[in-house]
């Protein structure tokens, strides 16, 4: 059964990569070949070699944790579909993956009808479209008949993690987070729109943590192919939180290392590398905690696009995501422990200071009065004609330090 299918031009063809998968007696055997689709011209009438040209919209940068709203976008109607980012949008690409137990293919059409009549509805099929840009996500969506709202929402990648039941579709939009190379995490938005035995999913760029999923589907390995397209949408999600264990872990390497190092870093590096690891660990947090109600709300649906056999492996998904935010906490608390204690070393060190700067200058207090007494040069002072006058007055000088000495260990100020 396809959908959305036309008539084919001659001579234009497509090469896909189809891998089959013969079961025997348990035995899982894995060939590939190349096959071959006919192409199509595009709708705006340019061949499928062609790019159209597009301009890049506007996007505007949000302050806030998630928004809805930005400042091209006020005012509009509900439903309006504009793009709502932080970095300019990627041109959106697309692939294929068709599979059931026994074969899986994956195609990259040329356009949005090719792809539509690419479709087999006896298969489980899913559309990974990487990209928000060209006009690709308004096309397809209009015609698989999803809610212009969805579509708004898929355009806003600064949309709090939600689920939404419509009946004839799932919607669920969640939030992707990578560690980077460089130390830095990277946010991106996925989308999921699940309608029988179709998924779709909608990234902002290309770059996932899909790979694990795909190469289950390729070759066939544990039940992933057994199971249906709620399944997939089960197995992408759980590769989104168990990545969040991934960066936490290596947000943890990094706290310890600033804890390790606290000693002879300085105050203002400590403080900086310390603040800018908490202000990531409540950015997670931001994102982690609708995550967690999102799953909940899909483990409780009761719609037909999820199979109730799915239930336990959900639940335990959303375990998982109540242990990540548990993690975070825990870093959170940790970091902030941190930052007290420094700051307690700091005013303890402080204080020793100060408090050898008062006893020095308690010291010295008396004994500068001793001296300014006898350096007024008066013409009749009884000591200063005596032999004796200059010791004495040293000795009384010393005298006066020692007993302030004694008494400031008396007290254990010293």
Sequence with gaps: MRW????????????VSRVSSSISDGDVAVSEETITADRILNESGLPSGEKAKTTKPKHHLSKLPFTGVSVETAGLPPGTPHYI????????????????EASAVVRTPEDISELLALIDLDVVNWININGLSGGIVEKLCGMLGIHPLVIEDIMNTEHRPKFENYDDYLFLITKMITALEDGSVEYDQVSFVLKGKLLISFQEKPGDCFKAVRDRIMSGAGRLRKHGADYLLYALLDSIVDNYFIVLEMLGDRLEQF?????????QEFFHGIQGLKREFSRMRRIIWPVRDSIAALSRTESIQM?????????????????????????REHATSMIELHLSEVNTNMSRVMTLLTILSAIFIPITFIAGIYGMNFAYMPELNKPWGYPAALAFMAAVVIAELIYFKKKKWM
């Design 307 to 331: 199979d109730v056999s799915l239930s336990p492996y959900l639940r335990d998904l959303y375990e998982n995501t109540v242990q990540a935010i548990e993690a975070l906490e825990s870093y």
């Design 85 to 100: 980012g932080d970095v300019e949008p990627t041109l959106a690409t697309y692939s294929l993956y068709s599979y059931d």
């Design 4 to 15: 959305f299918s036309k008539k084919k031009e001659a001579g234009e063809s497509a090469i």
């Design 259 to 267: 804890e390790e190092a606290s000693d002879s870093e300085s105050d």
